[in-house]
């Protein structure tokens, strides 16, 4: 059974920074990419970050660019999810997500299809 369990999420204030982990495990996303998208109420599901877990390519939305680092440690199985200089629009549900074998970095919702559970970030501002 895959599992993609995500943490680190809490309330931070505005300028602050935290890092989310996704852990993985049941399968080997080695040759896949792996994101990171997010959730606010009355909006859909946006992309935030991807990473292809064997060749490193990241690519990013433009609203995280340059605050955001998506970043992968295969030993482990885990990706992570640094996020620097906090806004309040930031605030969501994170969700980290995985693609099939042999899926490319891609920022669309519907090219993963593994999930996880989510971890709430707050920033107040």
């Known amino acids: 059974q895959v599992q993609l369990v995500e943490s680190g999420g809490g309330l931070v204030q505005a300028g602050g920074s935290l890092r989310l982990s996704c852990a993985t495990s049941g399968r080997t996303f080695s040759n896949s990419a792996m994101g990171w998208f997010r959730h606010t109420p009355g909006k859909e599901r946006e992309f935030v970050a991807t990473i292809h877990m064997r060749a490193g390519t990241t690519y990013y939305a433009r609203s995280v660019e340059g605050r955001f680092t998506i970043s992968r440690d295969n030993a482990k199985r885990t990706i992570y999810l640094q996020m620097n200089n906090l806004k309040p629009e930031d605030t969501a549900v994170y969700y980290c997500?995985?693609?099939?074998?042999?899926?490319?970095?891609?920022?669309?919702?519907?090219?993963?299809?593994?999930w996880g559970q989510g971890t709430q970030v707050t920033v107040s501002s």
């Open positions: 997500a995985g693609r099939n074998y042999g899926g490319s970095v891609s920022v669309f919702l519907s090219d993963y299809i593994y």
